[in-house]
T-cell receptor, first 110, second 113 residues
Framework: RKEVEQDPGPFNVPEGATVAFNCTYSNSASQSFFWYRQDCRKEPKLLMSVYSSGNEDGRFTAQLNRASQYISLLIRDSKLSDSATYLC???????????FGPGTRLSVLP | EPEVTQTPSHQVTQMGQEVILRCVPISNHLYFYWYRQILGQKVEFLVSFYNNEISEKSEIFDDQFSVERPDGSNFTLKIRSTKLEDSAMYFCASNRPTNEKLFFGSGTQLSVL
């Protein structure tokens, strides 16, 4: 299975900060891209899908660069509740082979 | 919202014993998966299952592991003879075809003593 790499972290930021996570993937045939959030000892939960044109959901913005095989997640105005591990996930054309990155841990500090 | 359910939430077993982890995927989903996550490490793929057969498996999924869909709702992972290194959180997931996001269960924490 192909690999997904992420910023090693952890990221410790104050409330209200903007933080960006980076992810690269090695399988050029990948077709679906996601950011998941995982709280300690809980299941991963979908934060957002990532589309070619980039997409935004409130304070969260995701970007995809297929040529560079690079995905990013930007969180604006960080909240304490944003503290979690952020997982970059890539799937192939058939939407079956989901590969998880190692995750980047974020701690938002008061 | 429909959800994937897993039982038990915690399982403690002795090395060499067999364990069965159970999952009920979302009812209209067709693809089922098992992942595991050793404490502090990344989520690792074990196996995917479609149309009553394994569609892909990782190198972790050796002969000690098996999966089954014994009826229309349950999806199980069996570990025949557990090892200490099998201690991990095991997540079941499901999705619809194609390119659909994965829905995860809340996991079974397996501790092998």
């Amino acid at each position: 299975r192909k690999e997904v790499e992420q910023d090693p972290g952890p990221f410790n930021v104050p409330e209200g900060a903007t933080v960006a996570f980076n992810c690269t993937y090695s399988n050029s045939a990948s077709q679906s891209f996601f950011w998941y959030r995982q709280d300690c000892r809980k299941e991963p939960k979908l934060l957002m899908s990532v589309y070619s044109s980039g997409n935004e959901d409130g304070r969260f913005t995701a970007q995809l660069n297929r040529a560079s095989q690079y995905i990013s997640l930007l969180i604006r105005d960080s909240k304490l509740s944003d503290s979690a591990t952020y997982l970059c996930v890539v799937a192939d054309n058939y939407g079956q082979n989901f590969v998880f990155g190692p995750g980047t841990r974020l701690s938002v500090l008061p | 919202e429909p959800e994937v359910t897993q039982t038990p939430s915690h399982q403690v077993t002795q090395m060499g014993q067999e364990v069965i982890l159970r999952c009920v995927p979302i009812s209209n989903h067709l693809y089922f998966y098992w992942y595991r996550q050793i404490l502090g490490q990344k989520v690792e793929f074990l196996v995917s299952f479609y149309n009553n057969e394994i569609s892909e498996k990782s190198e972790i999924f050796d002969d000690q592991f098996s999966v089954e869909r014994p009826d229309g709702s349950n999806f199980t992972l069996k570990i025949r003879s557990t090892k200490l290194e099998d201690s991990a959180m095991y997540f079941c997931a499901s999705n619809r075809p194609t390119n659909e996001k994965l829905f995860f269960g809340s996991g079974t924490q397996l501790s092998v003593l």
